[in-house]
């Protein structure tokens, strides 16, 4: 292994054991007062009731030839969108902490012309300072998603650029555009910009919701 990679690697372990010191108590919750587990099927769903929306779900965008799909909040909050899995990246943990775990999102379901349901940003459209939460699009960017908390009840999704886990990362606020569209506002991590959700397990849910 070339030095600067073994630096590199060793830099993000002892990162990673000293946030896992620190942050043993600082495990994402779900809706039941449960730790989010790796593998699990939850709902990403809005945190506000009512006029904040409901789950989040693929949508077909782009061209008949392509296979890209948006991903979306929906606007009722009667509507938990399609259950997701967090997976971890690079370490073995049975739990997902707060800011610092790297986490790859997939949907349970997936568009058939799609090779994965990996979540992934790529390019805006319009050549703005924003990226699209996509599926299926062979221009997305590189990189790495994570859970960081905004209140005692609720959490934001970022995302964090890089096919290299940096330490420690440089990450972005994860908000709503156009057509309820998620979109990385790499601009501005202040938490202003940022979409409150809370995560609800498949389990504890009668009826599982599929719009693929």
């Known amino acids: 292994m070339p030095a600067r990679s073994l630096i590199t690697t060793l830099s993000f372990l002892l990162w990673f054991s000293l946030s896992l010191a620190s942050a043993s108590e600082h495990a994402v919750i779900d809706n039941d007062g449960e730790p989010l587990v790796p593998g699990q ?35 009722s909050d009667l509507d938990r969108g399609t259950l997701v899995k967090f997976h971890v990246s690079g370490v073995s943990t049975d739990k997902i902490y707060l800011g610092w775990t790297f986490l790859e999102i997939d949907f349970v379901e997936k568009p058939t012309c799609a090779e994965s349901s990996k979540w992934a940003a790529a390019p805006n459209y319009a050549g703005s300072s924003l990226y699209r939460l996509v599926i299926g699009d062979t221009k997305s960017v590189s990189g790495y998603f994570q859970i960081q908390g905004l209140n005692s009840f609720s959490y934001k999704l970022v995302f964090c ?45 009668k009826g599982k919701f599929s719009i693929i």
């Open 161 to 205: 650029p890089g096919s290299v886990k940096v330490v420690p990362p440089t990450c972005y606020d994860i908000g709503l555009g156009a057509n309820r569209n998620l979109v990385v506002k790499h601009y501005d991590n202040t938490g202003n910009s940022a979409k409150t959700w809370v995560f609800v397990k498949a389990q504890s849910v």
């Open 41 to 75: 099927e939850y709902y990403i769903t809005s945190a506000i009731r009512g006029a904040g929306g409901g789950g989040v779900f693929p949508v077909k965008t782009g061209d008949l030839s392509s296979c890209e799909y948006s991903i979306t909040q929906a606007s």
